[in-house]
Nanobody
Framework: QVQLVESGGGLVQAGGSLRLSCAAS????????MGWFRQAPGKERELVAT???????KYADSVKGRFTISRDNAKNAVYLQMNSLKPEDTAVYCC?????????????????WGQGTQVTVSS
C-alpha cells in the first residue's frame, strides 16, 4: 500500500513558476514508477509527466521545455517543477504511483493516487 500526498499548488500569474511535491509512504518507493496527471473542468485526465524507477522521464507535448519531473528516492518524494506557466495549465494536479520498471502512460495503469492539488494560472 502506498499513500501519496501532494503539496505546492496555488494561484500564480502567467509566466510564473510553481513546484509541486508528492510525498509517498512505504519503504519500496524506488520500485514505483511515478506520474503527474492533471484534470481541468470538463476535460479528461491527462498525463503531464512520468518518471521511471531508473529516473527516465517523458512529458506531454504541451509542457515539454517548461515542466521538469524528478524524484528523490531517499526522501520518498517526486516533484514537478513548472515554469513559464500558462492559463491553460490551470487544473487539479495529482501524482500517481505504479509498481514496475517500465513506462506507464494511461491513468488505468496507475495503482495509487493522491488527492490532488489545485493550480490556477491567471492571465
Amino acid at each position: 500500500q502506498v499513500q501519496l500526498v501532494e503539496s505546492g499548488g496555488g494561484l500564480v500569474q502567467a509566466g510564473g513558476s510553481l513546484r509541486l511535491s508528492c510525498a509517498a509512504s512505504g519503504r519500496t518507493f524506488n520500485y514505483y514508477a511515478m506520474g503527474w496527471f492533471r484534470q481541468a473542468p470538463g476535460k479528461e485526465r491527462e498525463l503531464v509527466a512520468t518518471i521511471t524507477t531508473g529516473g527516465n522521464t517523458k512529458y506531454a507535448d504541451s509542457v515539454k521545455g517548461r515542466f521538469t519531473i524528478s524524484r528523490d528516492n531517499a526522501k520518498n518524494a517526486v516533484y514537478l517543477q513548472m515554469n513559464s506557466l500558462k492559463p491553460e495549465d490551470t487544473a487539479v494536479y495529482c501524482c500517481a504511483a505504479t509498481y514496475g520498471p517500465g513506462w506507464y502512460f494511461r491513468p488505468s495503469q496507475y495503482e495509487y493516487w493522491g488527492q490532488g492539488t489545485q493550480v490556477t494560472v491567471s492571465s
